[in-house]
């Protein structure tokens, strides 16, 4: 839609402002070598730069529109995603069927990713250095919330490298914030 909106910005001679908000890092999106991620590439390069302002979600996406798409620093402005921490605290003590899962970590260090399953996350550069990490540091357990197209490439290469002890992956879970209580 972003680039839809710029195009008719442009051939339209449209007066309006526009700003638009770009959450996925688009080098990782375009990342393989097909015409048509090719051809998005150059529209990004040409129409980016005529949006009003781009909104974006880290510094990484920021550089990598500048380094990659040749986008306007000013263009640019890094707006995280907002945080309820108060209802964040409010759900993680709930009682849910987790609970009696979470009380089975209580001697564990316990790191938790939580997101959309999908490469642009580099999930799977994550496993394989937490299997690193792993070697020196048994006593830690890593959980994997969410949903998506990777989750059953990611439960196999958890199988595969032998790490289900210490390596738990969540499909869509009501309530994750149960196990910020114990990350």
Do not use: M
């Amino acid at each position: 839609l972003n680039l839809i909106a710029l195009i008719c910005k442009k051939l339209f001679f449209l007066k309006s402002k526009i700003i638009i908000r770009e959450t996925t890092d688009l080098k990782i999106k375009y990342n393989r070598k097909n015409f048509e991620n090719y051809l998005f590439k150059i529209l990004i390069k040409i129409f980016y730069n005529s949006a009003d302002l781009i909104i974006v979600q880290s510094n990484e996406i920021k550089n990598n529109l500048i380094d990659q798409f040749d986008i306007f620093n000013n263009k640019l402005f890094i707006l995280n995603n907002p945080l309820d921490t108060n209802y964040i605290e409010y759900l993680s003590n709930q009682k849910s069927e987790l609970h009696h899962f979470t009380k089975n970590f209580l001697n564990k260090k316990i790191a938790i990713c939580i997101g959309r399953l999908s490469p642009v996350k580099k999930l799977i550069k994550i496993i394989d250095i937490f299997s690193k990490f792993l070697q020196t540091n048994n006593h830690w357990v890593l959980i994997i919330i969410g949903h998506g197209e990777q989750f059953k490439e990611l439960s196999q290469l958890i199988q595969k490298k032998k790490l289900k002890k210490n390596i738990i992956i969540f499909d869509n879970l009501p309530n994750h914030f149960v196990f910020y209580k114990i990350s």
